[in-house]
């Protein structure tokens, strides 16, 4: 089954800290983007969906190194539908494994 996932920003929360995600796919299944989190640097990203699993994968390109992984939470279809996408998994840093998630609502 194809699954779609918006690109874009997206409300971002991690560890307790709110902010952004921006997602930009590079062709296929890679990206680049962002992560904004109120107070902080921006950190850049790079990544990956997998789309047969509905997966992605994406890591800081600074410092410092975090690692995340998830996925699509809601909707899981092949088009894009009116609704509030929601990606959710852990990320690890020097400090351990925490949660986070990213919505963003897609009215086609």
Known sequence: MSLYIPGGK???AA???QGSLEIRFEGGDRFTGKIT????PVHP???RWDEGRATIYFTTT???FQAFRGGLAFPLGAVPV???YTLAGTYDDLLGSHAWFAQQTVIP
């Open 62 to 64: 600074d410092a410092p």
């Open 10 to 12: 997206w409300s971002f």
């Open 45 to 47: 990203i790079e990544g």
């Open 15 to 17: 560890g307790g800290r």
């Open 37 to 40: 989190i109120t107070g902080e």
């Open 82 to 84: 009116n609704a509030t």
